[in-house]
């Protein structure tokens, strides 16, 4: 399932502490209220919906005149052997948190990879410049703390929409605080890599939205199934499977 990408989503420390006690009180106020479902039917946590609307229709301007512009003179100027080892050192950046965020999940397997991975392209692979790891076989598989938090139970909470960075949510918003607060470095890295990604999929991301009725909801959908999708590391939930109803004589079959 492809990524959404939300552009600079590590950037969420600077608008985050003071979002944090904000959100929780506007979501506290509005708990009466009946959560949205998407297509699925899973339920989805929107108190702030008119705040985000706002917001998403703000970003979306600033994306098409100011972000839109900057990646594509970027991808003109920039030769593609340099881009690919930007990519890999932005990304050998972030195998720390996967390593403790899978930790944290109990899968040891996925951290010994990811340590392995960082040392190996932070030695070999020149700071990460390259990625002699994935060709050792040791496949990437990243991980952060909002994934961790999910696996361990935790719901989304409200659906929040960022200036500039884009869509979030309490529990992805708490880990990205809480990974600041150790270090910033990772949550630098994580900027630069959905900067890049964003380049990468640039006219993917544009045609998720293009010619939606309403492009917000496309937006937030896309990006709570994808981050369930991630929690999960791509196993669908039973609950998830679409119940089909049974015919008059499958259902007489079974009396």
Do not use: W
């Amino acid at each position: 399932m492809p990524r959404f990408v939300d552009f600079h989503a590590g950037c969420r420390l600077t608008l985050s502490v003071g979002l944090v006690f904000f959100l929780l009180a506007g979501s506290a106020q509005a708990g009466e209220n009946t959560p949205p479902t998407n297509e699925n039917g899973q339920q989805i946590s929107d108190p702030l919906e008119p705040i985000n609307r706002v917001t998403s229709g703000f970003n979306s301007i600033v994306r098409g005149l100011v972000i839109d512009p900057i990646v594509d003179g970027y991808q003109a100027v920039t030769p593609e052997p340099v881009q690919e080892a930007v990519s890999n050192a932005v990304s050998n950046l972030s195998e720390p948190v996967t390593a403790v965020s899978s930790l944290l999940q109990g899968d040891t397997q996925n951290a010994e990879t990811a340590t392995k991975r960082f040392f190996i392209n932070s030695t070999a692979g020149v700071g990460g410049l390259s990625d002699p790891a994935t060709d050792m076989g040791l496949e990437k598989r990243e991980e952060d703390l909002g994934q961790a938090f999910g696996a361990g139970g935790m719901e989304a909470g409200p659906h929040i929409v960022l200036p500039i960075i884009g869509p979030s949510n309490m529990r992805d918003l708490t880990g990205d605080v809480l990974t600041a607060l150790a270090s910033p470095l990772p949550l630098a890295a994580k900027a630069a890599s959905s900067g890049i990604s964003y380049s990468n999929n640039q006219e993917e991301v544009q045609d998720l939205t293009a010619g939606a009725l309403d492009p917000y909801i496309v937006e937030r959908d896309s990006y709570e199934q994808n981050r369930r999708y991630e929690v999960n590391n791509g196993v669908i939930p039973l609950a998830d499977l679409p119940q089909f109803a049974e015919d008059d004589k499958e259902a007489a079959a079974k009396k």
